[in-house]
């Protein structure tokens, strides 16, 4: 007998299965499309027969805002069944534009949302540098890209550096890809000069990747400058907008990348040539003005030369008195030195006369020599010299001074005595 499922075990028994299916692409024309709470989007696309849900998460599905009633789609997700209501739908992962007119539309409503930011202005664009040497390559593996760009760039010039990343130009996960190749350069230590993405022709449904919010969004945040070349000359994408430089081809991207080595030569020879223009003018200006400025000083050099020599005769006069005056002074200062002389030599032997005579009169004076004579001094004991008996008394202690020494003796009897004169 056949195993009977209850309701709920039915449609959770359909929905497993579905789910072993896979992810899918299912192709139809919006009907409906609503986003709730801005966390889940609920939508519904039809063909001529017939119609199907879709349901997904709105931070996985970057491109909502380019989304709108009848444009046909491409719907990426795994099929399932509502266990509740057993509802089919698509929970999808990613809904893309599809057919010429649609990818026209979703392609202007960026362009126009992005334009209003400011990610294609010109002035944040910044300069390529001249002579790059370390370049950072994105494009497909094995692709014509590949080989046009790195052809050209050979030819033109050597010695320059290629950092190589593969990527998926054009698919399912192609804008993941393409994010992924700038994010590496810009955190890896290359020291890169510049970036080149390229990409070979195709339909508008074929470089949809380089017209992704995306992929546009990493170019514009790259720290280095990046050069855009997708898609043949008609071919006009994001990418190219809002990248520093754009050019047509991946052969014109590395023509505009690197010179040639004649245009090298021919750009130095240039230069040069202008630098000796610019030098030769310079220099017939200097050595102009050199003469100018030598006349200049010629005739101001003239006026303070004579200036000079009037000057010096002046001076030459002043100097001849001052120098006669000088003689005239020196002449009576000699007169006055031997002045001087002879009356300094005078005052010196009438001063020697005089100290010899005092010197006489000192020694005469010297209380020695009187001694030496015989005479004697006496004065007591506080050594008060005694000159008369009243200057004394009995029994008084006096000190005799002689010559050759001192008697200390003691008063016993005084007798007074007239002077006679």
């Known amino acids: 007998m056949d195993k009977i499922y209850k309701v709920s075990e039915f449609n959770e028994f359909i929905n497993n299965y579905l789910g072993e299916i896979g992810e899918v692409v299912v192709e139809g024309e919006i009907s409906k499309i609503d986003i709730n709470q801005n966390k889940w989007v609920f939508a519904t696309i039809k063909d001529k027969e017939t119609s199907v849900s879709v349901f997904g998460l709105a931070f996985r599905i970057k491109n909502l805002d380019v989304l709108e009633e009848g444009m046909l789609v491409h719907i990426y997700g795994i099929p399932r069944l509502y266990k ?47 002579f790059p040497q370390r370049i950072g390559l994105i494009t497909a593996k094995n692709s014509e890209a590949y ?11 050597g010695g320059i550096k290629i950092y190589f990343y593969p990527v998926q130009v054009q698919g399912r996960n192609s804008v993941a890809s393409l994010v992924r190749a700038f994010d590496y350069f810009n955190h890896q230590p290359l020291d890169l000069d510049l970036l080149a993405v390229v990409r070979g022709g195709g339909s508008l449904e074929d470089l949809q990747s380089f017209n992704d919010e995306e992929v546009v969004r990493a170019i514009f945040g790259s720290k280095i400058p990046v050069v855009s070349g997708v898609g043949h000359e008609k071919d006009i994408t994001l990418t190219d907008l809002v990248a520093d430089l754009r050019a047509s081809t991946p052969s014109n991207a590395a023509e505009l990348v690197v010179k040639t080595k004649n245009e090298v030569l021919k750009e130095i020879d240039f230069c040069v040539s202008r630098m000796e223009s610019g030098l030769k003018n310079m220099l017939n200006n200097k050595l102009a003005l050199v003469d100018q400025s030598v006349g200049i000083l010629k005739s101001v050099f003239s006026k303070r030369v004579n200036s000079f020599h009037q000057l010096i005769f002046r001076f030459e006069k002043i100097f001849y008195g001052f120098k006669q005056k000088i003689q005239i002074k020196q002449q009576r200062l000699n007169e006055l030195k031997k002045e001087l002389n002879s009356f300094m030599d005078f ?24 001694l030496k004579k015989g005479f004697s001094i006496t004065s007591n004991k506080k050594g008060k010299i005694i ?3 009243k200057d004394a008394a009995n029994k008084d202690e006096i000190i005799t001074r002689l010559f050759s020494g001192k008697i200390y003796s003691k008063i016993f009897n005084m007798e007074a005595r007239l002077h006679q004169s």
């Open 387 to 389: 000159k008369t008996i």
């Open 147 to 157: 080989s046009d760009f790195i052809k050209v760039l050979t030819a033109r010039m």
């Open 84 to 130: 509740k209501t057993g509802r089919f739908s698509i929970f999808a992962s990613l809904i893309v534009p599809a057919g010429e007119g649609a990818i026209r539309i979703a392609f202007e409503k960026l362009k126009l949302k992005l334009e209003k930011e400011g990610l294609f202005d010109e002035a944040r664009k910044r300069p390529l540098p001249m």
């Open 347 to 370: 005052r010196l032997k009438e001063t020697k006369t005089k100290i010899t005579s005092l010197i006489r009169l000192l020694g005469n004076l010297d209380y020695q020599r009187i």
